[in-house]
């Protein structure tokens, strides 16, 4: 039986969703998965950055993280995507490399593939759920295989009850989203265990 190859894809800007794919890695490959664990690509100005020590310092702790390619996306049996939540969507960053897709897209070679997403947001009502289902649009449109963590788990009564994905107010992760991520990502990769044999 082929181990499933998980592609774990997070934007981060001051390091909540490393945190959270870092969480997700650990438990996909405890759950028997081959793990990818990539960056997105920043795209905001230098000097921007450049005015926010912990903006800067987040990009320097993860500069050892490979940022995601199209090969990543074309290797992986599935995916699990964390983006902070910018005015109820993701990032402009995470949105600019799904838009760099398309030719994948074009291809059939994103299609019959899982997903699942988590996201963070300033606070509680911040437009997590609409972030994760922005992405589970995105998804469809790839042709892909949506695996929410739904309420298949008790954990899901426990970390907040956001059944599309894992969600929580920035630097608000405590032990119980630790285990819910973990769920979610062990899901992600039982499902597509499924699909590839």
Not at 19 to 30: D, H, I, N, S
Not at 174 to 188: C, H, N, P
């Amino acid at each position: 039986m082929a181990a499933p190859k998980i592609a774990i894809v997070f934007y981060t800007t001051y390091g909540n969703n490393q945190r959270v794919a870092e969480l997700a890695a650990r438990a996909a490959e405890a759950a028997g998965a081959e793990v990818r664990l990539r960056r997105v690509k920043e795209t905001a100005p230098k000097d921007v950055i450049e005015q926010q020590d912990a903006w800067k310092a987040q990009l320097e702790k993860m500069a050892d993280i490979p940022e995601v390619s199209h090969d990543d996306m074309v290797w992986a049996d599935g995916y699990f995507f964390s983006s902070p939540t910018r005015f109820g969507n993701v990032t402009s960053q995470m949105r600019a490399f799904i838009d760099g897709l398309g030719p994948l897209w074009q291809e059939g070679k994103l299609a019959n593939k899982t997903f699942t997403a988590t996201t963070s947001a300033q606070t509680l009502h911040g437009g997590q759920e609409s972030t994760l289902l922005s992405l589970y649009v995105t998804a469809m449109h790839w042709g892909t295989i949506i695996v929410p963590p739904a309420y298949a788990d008790g954990i899901k009564f426990q970390d907040g009850g956001n059944p599309y994905g894992y969600s929580f107010a920035a630097g608000s992760l405590d032990e119980t989203g630790e285990q819910s991520i973990a769920y979610q990502a062990k899901r992600l990769v039982d499902m597509t265990q499924k699909l590839v044999g």
